[in-house]
């Protein structure tokens, strides 16, 4: 079956940097496009990153572009959220969600900025 697992989250600092990764595993990964997501409580799930099979097509939300930068390795099945200027407004859950059949989320990893 379809399986989405994010890792990476954590505690940094203001200006620091973070890597989110995403494994995906019961689907043709190649062939999808793969989005990251974000969530702060009460709000709703903000798509924050999304990049196409290919590799060819990416899409930042507007406050992040510049600062993270969205990969994949297709071989590996994995897709990547490099976070780096990050500042305390990306404190939030981030998810990694596969656009497979009715949609494939993963449980979420916390990312919290403090000082």
């Known amino acids: 079956q379809v399986r989405v697992v994010e890792s990476g989250g954590g505690l940094v600092q203001p200006g620091g940097s973070l890597t989110l990764s995403c494994s995906a595993s019961?689907?043709?990964?190649?062939?999808?496009?793969m989005q990251w997501y974000r969530q702060t409580p009460g709000a709703e799930r903000v798509l924050v990153a999304q990049i196409s099979g290919d590799q060819r097509s990416i899409y930042y939300f507007e406050p992040v572009k510049g600062r993270f930068t969205i990969s994949r390795d297709n071989a590996k099945a994995m897709v990547y959220l490099q976070m780096n200027n990050v500042d305390y407004d990306d404190t939030a859950m981030y998810y990694c969600?596969?656009?497979?059949?009715?949609?494939?989320w993963g449980q979420g990893t916390q990312v919290t900025v403090s000082a």
């Open positions: 019961g689907f043709l990964f190649s062939g999808y496009p």
């Open positions: 969600y596969a656009p497979v059949s009715a949609g494939y």
